[in-house]
């Protein structure tokens, strides 16, 4: 008995590496497709007509900008930290909803670019710091990215049919809740291997990388 116990503990710490392999795999193919569309320095540019371009924009939105995607992983890693943190990372894909509706009305929010990658900033900051953070900072902070990204989401679909935008909203969250979970996955899996202290340093290696997206889109925001 206590050996069948054993194998199956020896088991399930096997398989923790390839699970972190598989979803760091995954991550980084996202992350090569949110370099090549951004290497011109701005997203591609677009407007969804049809239910079809929906489903596919809205797929590929939360990736295919850089400040966005760098964003999402980093609120993913940071809602690892707490043991609901998956509310966090609702409340982010919640938030984003509303802000594309707040988009599709005749409210306008000032500067979404320059919100986005503010957002961007603080959460490498707070990958890298070390000072325990509250969870309400950053609830607060993923409902304020949340908005101003789907806002700045939701700019390909205004004009477009019911059936398309409501197609589009569903594919953005959708993306959005895979992004973030893997994040969070990722985060969880790294918690759990504290014995190696390489793992904690290249989160903050991230975070740090993650900051420095961030200026350089406030930058160009700004110029």
Known sequence: MFKNSRLAVDKSANSLPSKQQDLLGAMSILLVITLLTSAGGSPIEHNVS????????GIAD??????????????????????RGNWLNITFVLAAVCGQLI??????????????????IVL?????????IHWLAIAILSV???????????????????PTAITFVIS???SQT???MSARKIGVIFGMNEINQILPKIIR???????????VFLGYSII
Do not use: H, K
Request: proline share 5%; net charge negative; aromatic share 12%.
């Open 144 to 162: 304020i990215f949340g908005i101003f990204q789907g806002y700045s989401d939701a700019t390909s679909i205004i004009g477009a049919a019911i």
């Open 50 to 57: 049809t239910i079809w371009e929906g489903f596919i924009w």
């Open 62 to 83: 939360p990736v295919i900008s850089l400040d966005r995607f760098t964003g999402i992983v980093a609120l993913g890693l940071l809602s690892a930290r707490f043991a």
């Open 205 to 215: 290696f991230v975070g740090l990388v993650f900051c420095a997206i961030g200026i």
């Open 178 to 180: 895979v992004i973030v």
């Open 124 to 132: 490498g900051i707070m990958l890298v710091t070390l000072i325990p």
């Open 172 to 174: 953005v969250a959708f």
């Open 103 to 120: 988009n599709l009305s005749p409210v306008m929010l000032p500067a979404p670019s320059i919100v986005i990658a503010t957002a961007t």
